[in-house]
């Protein structure tokens, strides 16, 4: 994410433009790029993954966060199944992350004043994971730029 609010999934920054950054989050592959899939179908590649799609224009991020490893509730996914996914709900370009037993979403949820997880473990409980992305949103018509 940009200084001035703009998005992008990317491979490389360009040095010069490495002072306009204001967060990156670092991810294993890029699986789609201007709307086209590139990952495999592998069927024995199946496990709980996590991924980020970004739309065309930068303007919507979609995050995907899907079980796996528990038969009879959810086997999992291989890398074009979340393409399969995130590229007709909007997505572009799509970029996978480290899921596995690290895979969760967890939502604040205002009524309860308490965090909710909303996907399902295998085994019930979190892992602790070194790397964890956080978003929380402005009020409509804020300049990204002043945040």
Known sequence: V???????????????????VAHAHPGFTIIATNGVALADRNPKSLHPRTAFGLSGDGRYLYLLALDGRQP???????????????????????????????????LFDAQS????????????????????????FAPEGTDPANR
Do not use: Q
Not at 2 to 20: C, F, M, N, Q, W
Not at 81 to 99: Q, R, W, Y
């Open 2 to 20: 940009y200084k001035d609010g703009r998005a992008a999934i990317t491979s490389k920054v360009p040095p010069e433009s490495r002072v306009d």
């Open 72 to 106: 009879g509730y959810s086997l999992g996914a291989n890398l074009g199944d979340l393409c399969d996914i995130l590229l007709p709900a909007g997505a572009s370009e799509v970029l996978n992350m480290d899921g596995g037993g690290s895979t969760s979403l967890i």
């Open 113 to 136: 004043g308490k965090p909710r997880m909303l996907n399902r473990h295998r085994g019930g409980g979190m892992r602790t994971v070194a790397l964890n992305l956080g978003i929380t």
